[in-house]
Nanobody, 133 residues
Framework: QVEIVESGGGSVQNGGSLRLSCAAS????????IAWFREVPGKKREGIVC????????????SVKGRFTISKTDSEDESETMFYLHMTRLNPEDTARYLC??????????????????????WGQGTQVTVSA
């Protein structure tokens, strides 16, 4: 079973940058898709960036395109994979709880919903990002 732990959230001023980390372990195969989501109380959770580990295709939601970047590193023994979300030019609308999720059933991202998975099979607990004006 995949385990996911996010970290790196915090408070930052308008225009600032943060790097979030998603530590994922327990994969059964190298075929999966991973995505960063964010949620705000009272609003629907939204996928903001999705990457397929099968073909490295990556999709960004328009609201973060050009400002956020996803990257990946593997541990030396390949027991854990780190996915990073590099966030720049943050603004107060980016304030949210950011969650990392994995889809091991469908190996590719949801093409009709840029930034989202077809079906998340594992979620992390999330990390809070607050951007002050």
């Amino acid at each position: 079973q995949v385990e996911i732990v996010e970290s790196g959230g915090g408070s930052v001023q308008n225009g600032g940058s943060l790097r979030l980390s998603c530590a994922a372990s327990g994969f059964n195969s190298p075929h999966y898709a991973i995505a960063w989501f964010r949620e705000v109380p009272g609003k629907k959770r939204e996928g903001i960036v999705c990457r397929s580990n099968t073909d490295n295709s990556t999709f960004y939601k328009d609201s973060v395109k050009g400002r956020f970047t996803i990257s990946k590193t593997d541990s030396e023994d390949e027991s854990e994979t780190m996915f990073y979300l590099h966030m720049t030019r943050l603004n107060p609308e980016d304030t949210a709880r950011y969650l990392c999720a994995v889809d091991e059933r469908y190996w590719y991202c949801a093409h009709s919903r840029p930034g989202a998975l077809n079906q998340a099979t594992a979620w992390g607990q999330g990390t809070q990002v607050t951007v002050s004006a």
